[in-house]
């Protein structure tokens, strides 16, 4: 036992206390290296291990003679004369590799598993592919993918990003965050409001297009607290939070309704809905509005229709009162056909009458409601075409005599002025 193993014990506890490093997990990698520095030693045994005591530092190495099983025939001591140099040089390239894992390993666990969460950066360095954000001790990557279009990044801002991957390399960490997720608004809310963050009030639904506008459903557990009015804090300063921190992206919040029909009409806010029609086996939602409201409830190039179908999972047909008028009264004087699409042996649509009878294909329907349509107009052309030719061939008669002794209404007028004469 020396002096020196003491001043090495003291530096690798000192080490493992600064990088928050086990000293058995130094020891465990400066014994593996020392095997492999004994074994490029001339006369060194094929099979050979070393040991450190952990109490006084004093390494040991000890050669293995194997039979052809695997097992282990001769042990002996064959510590080399030298070993303390080379000890003390594999010992600091070891540290120094143990210390770069373990910090690796550190910053990965203090990542690892926090997908979903918010972390604020600064903004080190942005190009057309990505922008690197500066999270202290690690750096995160914002790719072009997940980037608001047309959001600007400056160098040294801050900058709030929803983390959505969490790699490990080589390298250490590799965190992906995103600007355009649709989780970052339920996180900044969380923030912002106290109500959420404690579970009062959950966010059930939520649908946005990054940039341009954001929809949210709100319910709360507690009968006494407005959803919508705790998000939006008095006179709208939570929510302005919010806007902020998305670069004046807009929000909507919509209170949560377990019917569907409500939850439609609720989610087609700020437009007043007259009436929600549900078709539960296509999915379809058909909404009937005021006519004067009809460009409300669709929005600005159809976006306020398609928030509200991506939050309420409704594909939304949205009609104004004229035009639910106008189909209802061009619908109700057709016939229609009764039956039903089915797929034959070989896969192909055709269609089935209630009534029975073949099944025909698409294109043999279409041709035979073409024939049908067509037949009265060419039977009405044919009998124009008949009276037509009658009238050409009879020929033209006089005017019938009219009986004696009976006086047309000229006749009668002339012979009662002579007898008054």
Not at 21 to 35: C, P, R
Not at 141 to 163: F, G
Not at 327 to 354: F, H, I, M, R, T
């Amino acid at each position: 036992m020396s002096t020196t193993n003491f001043e090495f014990l003291d530096a690798l506890q000192q080490i493992a206390r600064d990088k928050g490093i086990a000293v058995e997990t130094l020891l465990e990698a400066l014994a593996n290296a020392l095997v492999a520095a004994y074994k490029r030693q001339p006369d060194a045994a094929e099979e050979a291990f070393v040991t450190i005591d952990s109490d006084s530092g004093e390494i040991r190495v000890y050669g293995q003679e194997l039979d052809e099983d695997g097992n282990v025939v001769r042990e002996w001591d064959d510590t080399p004369n030298d070993f303390g140099r080379i000890a003390a040089q594999a010992a600091k390239q070891v540290i120094l590799q143990r210390i770069r894992e373990a910090e690796r390993d550190l910053k990965y666990e203090e990542y690892a598993g926090r997908e979903g969460d918010i972390v604020t950066g600064i903004i080190q360095q942005s190009d057309n592919r990505y922008t690197l954000l500066d999270l202290g001790k690690v750096e995160a990557l914002l790719p072009q993918a997940e980037q608001v279009p047309y959001e600007r990044y400056d160098h040294a801002a801050r900058l709030k990003a929803y983390i959505v991957e969490v790699r490990k390399t080589s390298k250490g960490p590799q965190i992906v965050v995103s600007r355009s997720h649709p989780g970052l608004i339920k996180r900044l809310f969380e923030l912002e409001v106290p109500e959420i963050s404690n579970g009062v009030v959950e966010i059930k639904a939520c649908a946005r297009e990054p940039g341009h506008r954001t929809k949210i459903a709100v319910w709360s557990n507690d009968p006494n607290v407005d959803p919508v009015g705790a998000c939006v804090g008095a006179r709208g300063a939570r929510v302005r939070m919010v806007t902020n921190e998305l670069r004046g992206e807009k929000v909507d919040i919509v209170p949560y309704s377990a019917d569907p029909a409500e939850f439609v009409a609720r989610a087609l806010q700020p437009a007043r809905v007259k009436e929600v029609r549900l078709d539960e086996e296509t999915g379809t939602a058909t909404v009937i509005v005021h006519d004067f409201q009809l460009s409300l409830a669709i929005g600005k190039e159809g976006q306020n229709a398609r928030l509200a179908a991506r939050l309420t999972g409704w594909r939304i047909d949205i009609k104004s009162e004229t035009q639910l008028a106008e189909e209802e009264a061009g619908y109700a004087d057709q016939d229609w056909a009764e039956g039903e699409w089915v797929e034959n042996e070989s896969g192909d649509l055709v269609w089935k009458p209630a009534e029975g009878g073949e099944a025909m294909s698409a294109e043999e329907w279409s041709h035979q409601a073409e024939d049908t349509s067509e037949a009265p107009a060419t039977e009405a052309g044919e009998a124009d075409g008949a009276a037509e030719a009658s009238a050409e061939t009879e020929p033209a008669t006089a005017p019938e005599a009219e009986p004696a002794g009976e006086a047309t209404v000229s006749e009668r007028a002339v012979v009662s002025e002579e007898a008054e004469a």
